[in-house]
């Protein structure tokens, strides 16, 4: 299977999740539009590593991950489960992120548990090291990837 095939499955799993067996025809064109743009820019590596590290290595580690920005707010990675915002609902456009350079991904991550969320990334990523090029997989994810207090203390409250 390539990582196109991945990409595709991923989100068409995304799109089931998020809008059921019949979406609107306004989310099936926003996110065609976008995965082809993900596509045309070879850009299909960035989101399948974003989505396995961000969301099923943070989520099943329990670490809480919060995106923010651009790109986290597009249709894909709202199939992808990097982000919550509906970019339909609230009219999002997704001209805002694409262009030549690689996704600007931008993730907070509770502060209390960024060092051990750090070391499972950097784990994953060596482990499909062979499949991926984690030079620029790094770059790109992990430019603008910060501990946030706002995360530690919300989880302290009763």
């Not at 950097?122 to 984690?134: F, G, R, S, T, V």
């Not at 603008?144 to 995360?151: H, R």
Request: with cysteine; aromatic share 14%.
């Amino acid at each position: 299977m390539t990582h196109t095939e991945i990409f595709h499955g991923l989100v068409a799993a995304g799109m089931k999740m998020r809008y059921g067996n019949n979406p609107s025809k306004q989310a099936l064109l926003k996110v065609l539009w976008e995965k082809k743009h993900i596509m045309d820019a070879g850009f299909v590596d960035f989101y399948i590593m974003a989505f396995w590290i961000f969301r099923n290595y943070a989520t099943s580690a329990g670490i809480e991950v919060w995106a923010r920005g651009a790109v986290p707010s597009s249709m894909v990675c709202y199939c992808l489960g990097l982000t919550e915002v509906d970019p339909v609902k609230y009219g999002l456009h997704s001209v805002r992120f694409v262009n030549d350079e690689p996704p600007k991904f931008q993730f907070d991550i509770e502060a209390s548990r960024y060092e051990e969320f750090m070391k499972g990334a950097e784990d994953l990523m060596q482990a499909n090291a062979k499949d991926y090029d984690i030079s620029a997989i790094k770059e790109c994810l992990f430019k603008d990837v910060k501990p946030y207090e706002y995360l530690s203390k919300k989880q302290e409250r009763p």
